[in-house]
Every structure is written in structure tokens, then in C-alpha cells.
Nanobody, 119 residues
Framework: QVQLAESGGGLVQTGGSLRLSCAASGRTFSINFMGWFRQGPGKEREFVASIAWSSGNKYYADSVKGRFTISRDNAKNSLYLQMNSLKPEDTAVYYC????????????WGQGTQVTVSA
């Protein structure tokens, strides 16, 4: 199993910044990708960003390109999401996720951390 724990959410004004963190434990040696998803009020959960654990290749949703940066610290088994130029539409519960291989799906999820952006 892999356990994930997010932190760093909070309340910010439009244009502000937050940095989310996710600590992974358990069978971390099996992780191929980690990523961030979010679910806003009345919306489905959506993909935000992901990173290949070994290569560091990054992928972003169009809605956050140029504003959010995903990164990882392999030695610490930690994942980060730097969020800049935040907008009210970024308001959501943000979830850390992990998958163990190509085609394996996003099998592991954190409990989520709330991000609220006020106008």
C-alpha cells in the first residue's frame, strides 16, 4: 500500500499563492507517477498536474499552465504544487494521487486539502 497525506491548503485572495505538499509512505519504491487533482463545488474531480517519479517529466491541465508548478523530492518521497496567480475558479479540494505503473490507474489518494480563493 501507499499512504498519501496533503498539507498546505488555506484561504487566499485572488492573485495570491499557495504551496501544497504531499508526503508518501508505504510502498513508495513502486510509484511511477504522482499527481494532483481537484474537485470544486458542484463539479467533478479533475486532473491538475502530474509528474513521472524517475524522469521528472511534467504534465499540466490547460487551465493551470503557466500558473502552477508541480515538483517532487525523490529522497523525501514528497510531492509539491506551487500555485501562483490564483483565481476564484481554483477554489476546490485538492487531492494528491499516485499510480504504480503505466496503465495502472490512480490507485492511491490522499484525504484532500481545501483551497479557497476569494475575489
Amino acid at each position: 500500500q501507499v499512504q498519501l497525506a496533503e498539507s498546505g491548503g488555506g484561504l487566499v485572495q485572488t492573485g495570491g499563492s499557495l504551496r501544497l505538499s504531499c508526503a508518501a509512505s508505504g510502498r513508495t519504491f513502486s510509484i511511477n507517477f504522482m499527481g494532483w487533482f481537484r474537485q470544486g463545488p458542484g463539479k467533478e474531480r479533475e486532473f491538475v498536474a502530474s509528474i513521472a517519479w524517475s524522469s521528472g517529466n511534467k504534465y499540466y491541465a490547460d487551465s493551470v499552465k503557466g500558473r502552477f508548478t508541480i515538483s517532487r523530492d525523490n529522497a523525501k518521497n514528497s510531492l509539491y504544487l506551487q500555485m501562483n496567480s490564483l483565481k476564484p475558479e481554483d477554489t476546490a479540494v485538492y487531492y494528491c494521487a499516485a499510480r504504480l505503473g503505466p496503465g495502472g490507474g490512480w490507485s492511491y489518494w490522499g484525504q484532500g486539502t481545501q483551497v479557497t480563493v476569494s475575489a
